[in-house]
């Protein structure tokens, strides 16, 4: 099936027009909607009617659906995803008769990979969007390939060999995670480590992996240097050029790759309704450039 690839920005990110999700696609569509994704990081596919299982199914496309991961409300019953479909987690900050339906909030959600914090990150996440707030709750996606490409010699040597911890206590939205305490020192973050600079587990290409900033540190060094030296990467990495902003539309349906982006969330008014529906891709453990 032919279909259209419109770019969304010099940073990446494109939009496909032209296919009917809902159709089961062939093998050289799939083929071709990968090498697509590989190419601009982040696609994008307007005016889906998915159910719960179709979005699985569309994930599939990408990869291998796994379970999602535990629901971070704090006042909740629910186990983070859709009953009796446990690859669809709900991301929300509605409350029904008390309980929070989902987790996140409306709050703004920091830079961060999804699942770093794990020995094997996931290789992508996919995000559908059922209900949305009047303003806000934008998604900003940053592409890791570029900002590693343009960075200075002397800071890509410093990095060169270097692990970081990725913090597990925190969620995206700086929340405590259930069951653990605030991280006093940064040297015992709980949390896997990674190296700064990997090589992309499909196309091979180097990319910066950091996580989230919280609680971050570079394994081997002084406490001091380790934070100057991650302030100075930040810096580089969150440049605007390397960035691009999604606004949502109901029905929208955005794929990212793990691997080569980091993406934030920014906040809405905790008044007004956001019901998304997320999968995740089983992924592998980071491999250093």
């Known amino acids: ?21 809902r159709q089961k696609l062939d093998p050289a569509t799939v083929s071709a909607l990968n090498d697509a994704w590989h190419e601009n990081l982040v696609l994008l596919f307007r005016g889906a009617d998915f159910s719960d299982e179709e979005l699985v199914d569309f ?30 987690s709900v991301i929300s900050n509605v409350i029904v008769d008390g309980v929070e339906i989902g987790s996140l909030g409306s709050g703004e959600c920091f830079w961060h990979a999804d699942m770093s914090y794990n020995p094997k990150p996931v290789k992508a996440a996919a995000l559908y969007a059922l209900e949305l707030p009047a303003t ?8 890791l390939y570029a900002a590693y490409e343009t960075m200075p010699d002397a800071l890509m040597k410093k990095i060169a060999g270097r692990l970081a911890v990725h913090d597990l206590t925190l969620s995206s939205a700086g929340t405590l995670r259930k069951g653990y305490e605030p991280v006093c020192d940064v040297t015992k973050t709980p949390g896997a480590r990674h190296p700064m600079t990997i090589k992309h587990p499909t196309t091979g290409r180097p990319a910066l992996l950091l996580g989230r900033r ?25 440049q605007p050029q390397f960035v691009w902003t999604h606004n949502w539309r ?7 790759d793990n691997f080569a982006v980091m993406h934030r969330r920014l906040e809405f008014d905790a008044d007004d309704r956001r019901i998304m529906h997320r999968t995740q891709l089983k992924g592998v453990a980071p491999v250093a450039a």
């Not at 796994?66 to 971070?72: D, F, W």
């Not at 806000?136 to 592409?143: A, I, P």
């Not at 609680?215 to 969150?238: C, K, Q, R």
């Open 59 to 88: 994930s599939r496309y990408f990869g291998e659906p796994e379970k999602a991961p535990p629901n971070e409300a704090k006042n909740t019953t629910s186990d983070g995803y859709v009953p009796g479909l446990p690859e669809v």
């Open 1 to 21: 099936m032919a279909f259209e690839i419109v770019p969304g920005s010099p940073a990446g990110g494109a939009e496909i027009r032209g296919l009917d999700l």
């Open 136 to 143: 806000g709750g934008e998604t900003s996606f940053l592409n």
């Open 250 to 256: 109901v029905g929208d349906v955005i794929i990212w």
């Open 214 to 238: 919280s609680n971050s540190y570079i394994v081997g060094m002084p406490v001091a240097e380790s934070e100057a030296l991650l302030d100075e990467v930040w810096a580089h990495m969150t």
